[in-house]
Structures are given as C-alpha cells and as structure tokens.
C-alpha cells in the first residue's frame, strides 16, 4: 500500500447539527405538476475540499482556483435530448420555482457530445437538476434540494433530509489509501499507422482548399490493475489543474471525469467570458525557450487565429461591446502549453449563456475550418467521437449565470477500464509524426492522474 499523493483535508463540521438546521429551517413544500420547486439552505462556512465518495449518482463542477464547487448528488429533474438545440430549447421552458433563504438560485448541469452519434451510447444531450445540490462558492456554503412534479411535501422534505445525510456523510469519509493503479494500454483507434495516414490526408485537403483547419483525434483505453475510483481522479486532478473545470458525470456503469482547460463560455451578470486555446507545445522547467518558440510558431499563430476569428464573429452579433486581445498569452498546464486567448464582453438586452454556448460550438479548436467542410472530412477520415469528447458541459443558475467547459483532457471510466481522447488541429504546415506527439503528451494529463485514481 502506498499512500495516495493527494490527501485532500477532511471538511470539520458536526453532521448531527446541520441536519438539525436543515430540518429546522426547510420550509413546507408543496409540489406541483409541470413544476420544479428549490429551496436553498446557507451553510455558512463549511470547506469543501473533497469530493464524496462511494455515492454513485454524483454529478460535480469545480474550479479550485476560484473556489468554486458544486456536487450534485440525485436527480429531481434528468432529461435526455436527441440534439443539442432541444437542450437549450428545454431550460428555457422549465417552470423553475425558488424557495429559499441564500443569495445563489438554483443550478442545473447540462451537457452534450460533439454532434452526430457518440460511439460509447452517451445521450446527445442532457439536463440534470440534481435532487440535492451542495455548492461552494467565494467562501459561502449552501444546500439546494430540489424536487419535479407532483407528490407529497412532507415525503419529499424527509427524502431531502436523508440525501443530506448520506452526503455529509461521505463528505466526512476519508480518501481509502489504495495502491498505484497499474496501466496497461489495450486499445487505440485509430492506430499509429491510420493516424499518419489522416493527417496526411488532412493536410492534402487543406492544399486543395477544401477545408483551412481540421483537428484530428485518437481514443485510447486503458485498463487498470484495480477499478478507478471516479471521485479520486477527480480529487488528483484537482490537486494537479486547479486552473482548470474539474467535472464529474454518472451515467450509470460509466462516469466521464474531466480537467478541461477551455472555457467555451462562461456568463455572469451579463458579462461573457470565452477562452481561444489552440497552439500547443511542451512545456518543460529544463527547456524555458519553449515557450516563446510557441508564441512565434507561425503554424500554431494560425491554428489560434482561426479560433480567435471565430469566437469574436460567434459572440459579436450578440455583444454589446467585446474585448478580443490582438496577442496570444500562454496557459501553461503540467507537461504542456498552449496559446490563449481570452475574449470577453457584455452581452446586449436578450442574448444568454445558451445563445452563446449554441453558436460557439464546435469551435475551430475541436472541429475545423469551415466548419460543415471539416466536419465532412471527419467523417470521410472516418473519425468518430465517444463519450462527450470534445462536447461541453457545466452548469446554469435560474437566473441564467453559468459556465459550459469543453470535453477535453477527459476519461470515461468503467470499472477497471478508462477512455480517453485527444486530438489536434491540422494545419497545412502539420508534420503526422509531430501531430501524433502532441496527442500523446495532452494524454499524459489523464494518464498520470489515473495512477492514483
Ligand atoms: C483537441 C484537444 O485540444 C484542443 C486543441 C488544441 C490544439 O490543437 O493545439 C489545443 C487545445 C484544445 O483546444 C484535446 O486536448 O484533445
């Protein structure tokens, strides 16, 4: 037995007396049909620097250097949607009722795949209120129980009470110290040979003008020597990307657990955040000059300028005003970097969070350049995404604040076998062994905090 390299503080508080609040101070509910009805509870100050664990049905958010967690545990509300634009279609008609004490409404997590068929069955798109929602966020704790449809208010309180307990519970369960896990690589598609063989295609393509960019992927799985424990990955990458969405998703026998360091699109108060990340390279203490050979990379300066143009030509139909800086920064994560570019703005009367997310995506970042001819290649290349990769997912607030991440640097776990993914944008300059390089080194993010998990 090796102790894990993370060993996350137990949260201190007395369980016994907050369940006793939490009694005291939810209301009477009366539920009724077509509607959902949230009552927020204040915590107060109660650090959250765990995730649960042993719960299944968890869905979580976090972004550790904004102090910002959600861990969801149940459903009051889970819809499945055939196509995204239903989604956005579905939080726009809720019935959303309020009940509550605290500052902060109600949350919902949200999320979709890249578009056409997932090939691990995952829903195109789905929506989740969860039953019980506890949320950190600048230092304030509370808990929101939510509840959809009909039944009787005092089952529905008593069932609100118990999801608590079990959640405080495993909140004050510590980590279980559990040996590295052994990796073992047992599938990759397309192999080394057929990806090559895409790149060269893709950059073939592009000589003949039919596509500008196009961004090519590969699937790796790996199979543990032990099960993975979703809620330790989590934690691992937490510890490792504090800088990026940490997210958590139960579909059941399978959970897709992700460190996205893109922000598609991030809304609060009407200001509106997106982040351009394309361009990358190593990132290595021994080899400083690697970072502004990135930031001259005429062939990354491209891969990033297309995405930037996109972003601004996205978001500027519903901006008011949009800040979009004419030079890329670095965001340095781990063993890689990559150019950024973070565009923002404020939106004008009546354009939302969900109007935004649903022209963003798929960004020249995941997908390519025009965007129906690359996704036309993809398909001729016989490209196929699973599990969410390179979809979006996050969370709104009744009010319509939120942030959507893209899928990336993401495992979708099984028991004792995770999926991974990661892909690439091509360019005309791209060389298919350079290309292959850099899909392996945004693995090593999942990779190394799988052996832990
Ligand atoms: C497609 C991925 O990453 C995307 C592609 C990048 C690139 O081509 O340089 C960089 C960041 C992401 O926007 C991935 O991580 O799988």
């Not at 509300?77 to 579905?90: D, G, T, V, Y």
């Not at 699973?386 to 028991?415: F, H, K, M, P, Q």
Request: proline share 6%; net charge negative.
């Amino acid at each position: 037995m090796i102790p894990a390299p993370f060993a996350p503080d137990l949260p201190s508080f007395d369980r016994r007396r907050l369940l006793a609040m939490l009694e005291q101070r939810l209301p009477d509910v009366f539920p009724a049909a077509g509607a959902v009805i949230s009552v927020s509870v204040p915590l107060g100050e109660m650090a959250i620097s765990t995730m649960p664990l042993h719960l299944p049905d968890i869905w979580s958010w976090a972004r550790p250097a904004e102090g910002l967690t959600l861990i969801g545990l149940g459903a009051a509300l889970h819809r499945e949607f055939a196509e995204s634009a239903a989604l956005a279609a579905a939080v726009r008609g809720l019935d959303w009722r309020w009940m509550g004490t605290g500052d902060d409404p109600p949350v919902s997590f949200l999320g979709h795949g890249f578009g056409g068929e997932d090939s691990a069955g995952l829903p195109c798109g789905l929506l989740r209120i969860p039953r019980l929602l506890l949320r950190q966020r600048a230092g304030r704790t509370d808990m929101v129980f939510s509840h959809a449809g009909e039944g009787d208010g005092e089952a529905v309180r008593r069932d609100w009470l118990d999801a608590a307990d079990r959640l405080l519970l495993a909140l004050l369960t510590p980590m279980p110290e559990l040996s590295e896990n052994c990796l073992t690589r047992v599938d990759e598609t397309p192999d080394a040979e057929t990806f090559h063989h895409r790149v060269r295609a893709a950059t073939r393509a592009i000589g003949a003008g039919d596509v500008e960019k196009v961004v090519l992927s590969r699937r790796v799985t790996m199979a543990g020597s032990r099960p993975f424990v979703p809620a330790r990955l989590a934690a691992a990458l937490a510890e490792q990307h504090p800088t990026c969405a940490i997210f958590t998703a139960d579909f059941g026998s399978r959970v897709l657990v992700a460190a996205s360091p893109e922000r598609l699109v991030a809304c609060h108060g009407g200001r509106i955040e997106s982040y351009a990340l394309a361009g990358t390279a190593r990132c290595d203490a021994d080899d400083p000059f690697l970072g502004g050979r990135l930031l001259c990379s005429a062939k990354d300066r491209l891969e990033h300028r297309l995405v930037v143009g996109w972003i601004a030509d996205a978001l500027g139909g519903l901006c008011e005003t949009l800040d979009v800086p004419a030079e890329p920064k670095r965001m340095t994560l781990g063993k890689l970097q990559h150019l950024w570019t973070p565009i923002s703005g404020t939106l004008r009367e009546g354009a939302d969070l969900l109007q935004a997310a649903e022209r963003l995506h798929p960004t020249p970042a995941v997908a390519g350049l025009p965007l129906i001819a690359a996704r036309k290649l993809l398909e001729t290349l016989g490209e196929s995404r699973s599990g969410w990769y390179t979809g979006a997912t996050g969370w709104i607030d009744r009010r319509g604040d939120g942030e959507l991440a893209v899928v990336l640097r993401c495992a979708l776990l099984n028991g004792y076998l995770a999926e991974l993914a990661a892909g690439g944008g091509i360019v005309a300059a791209s060389q298919p062994e350079a290309e292959f390089a850099e899909t392996e080194l945004k693995l090593q993010t999942m990779l190394d905090a799988l052996r832990v998990a």
